[in-house]
C-alpha cells in the first residue's frame, strides 16, 4: 500500500515538473493558476488508466504503433485535462505535438529518476528494518536458550 502511493506521489510530481518544462519550452502551452492542480491530477489519472487501455488496443488491432504507446497516452491524457478549465491550455498543432513530446519525455524520465531515488530508498530502509528485526530476533532466541 505504501508503495502505491509512493508511485502515485512520484506520478504526480514528474508530471507537475513536465508541465512546467511544457510551459517553458513550448509556445501555445499554457498554465493556469486555479486549475493547475486539477489538471495535473486528471492527467496523472487520464494516463495510468489510458496507458493499459491504448497498450492492449494497439497489441490487439495495431501491433506496428506499440512503440508509440506512450505518446498517445500522453496526447489523450492531455486533452482530458485540458477539457477542465482554469488548468491547462494548449493552443495550435505544434503546440499540440510538441507538448505531448515535452510532456512524455519529462515525465518519463521524472518517473524514472524519482522512482528510483524515492522508491528505492523507501525500499532500502525497508530492508534495514527486516534485517534489523531478524537480528533483534536471533539474539533474543541465543539470550533466551542461554537462560533455559
Do not use: H
Request: glycine share 10%; proline share 1%.
Amino acid at each position: 500500500m505504501v508503495r502505491f502511493l509512493l508511485n502515485i506521489c512520484v506520478n504526480l510530481l514528474s508530471a507537475v515538473i513536465a508541465f512546467f518544462v511544457a510551459k517553458l519550452v513550448v509556445d501555445g502551452f499554457t498554465i493556469n493558476g486555479k486549475g493547475f492542480i486539477i489538471a495535473v491530477a486528471v492527467f496523472t489519472v487520464a494516463q495510468a488508466i489510458l496507458g493499459p487501455f491504448v497498450f492492449n488496443l494497439a497489441r490487439k488491432y495495431a501491433s506496428a504503433i506499440l512503440g508509440g504507446i506512450g505518446l498517445v497516452s500522453t496526447l489523450l491524457a492531455l486533452w482530458i485535462a485540458t477539457l477542465f478549465p482554469g488548468g491547462i491550455m494548449i493552443n495550435g498543432t505544434t503546440s499540440w505535438i510538441a507538448s505531448t513530446l515535452v510532456v512524455w519525455i519529462v515525465s518519463a524520465l521524472g518517473i524514472w529518476i524519482l522512482g528510483a531515488l524515492i522508491i528505492k530508498k523507501w525500499w532500502g530502509t525497508k530492508q534495514e528494518d527486516k534485517e534489523r528485526l531478524r537480528a533483534l530476533a536471533r539474539q533474543n532466541k541465543r539470550n533466551g536458550g542461554a537462560e533455559a
